[in-house]
C-alpha cells in the first residue's frame, strides 16, 4: 500500500504538471504527509511497528526502505502536530 500510494501521488502530479516532471523528496513528502493525515488511518503505529518488525532486512537499503521511512517520519510529525493543538 505504501508503494501505491506514492505511484499514485507521482501518477496525480505527473498528470497535472505533464509527465516529465519528476517530485523529488522536499516536493513528495508534504504531498504524502497530507494523504496520510487525511487517510486517518486506526492504529497506524501499530502497523508500523508490524511492518518494521516483518520486514525483510535485505530491501532496507532500497527504494521501499525509503518509502517506510517517510511513512514513520509522517506518522511522528502528525502526532507531533496532534499533541501542539
Do not use: C
Not at 499514485?8 to 502530479?13: A, C, G, L, P
Not at 505527473?14 to 492504529?43: C, E, K, S
Amino acid at each position: 500500500m505504501i508503494h501505491q500510494t506514492f505511484q499514485e501521488v507521482s501518477r496525480v502530479v505527473q498528470t497535472h504538471l505533464g509527465n516529465g516532471y519528476v517530485l523529488n523528496m522536499d516536493d513528495l513528502f508534504p504531498l504524502f504527509l497530507f494523504v496520510v493525515v487525511r487517510a486517518r488511518i486506526r492504529h497506524l503505529g501499530t502497523e508500523i511497528h508490524l511492518i518494521d518488525d516483518l520486514i525483510d532486512k535485505n530491501i532496507q537499503n532500497g527504494e521501499l526502505d525509503v518509502m517506510f521511512t517517510t511513512l514513520e517520519v509522517t506518522y511522528y510529525l502528525y502526532l507531533i502536530f496532534a499533541i501542539w493543538s
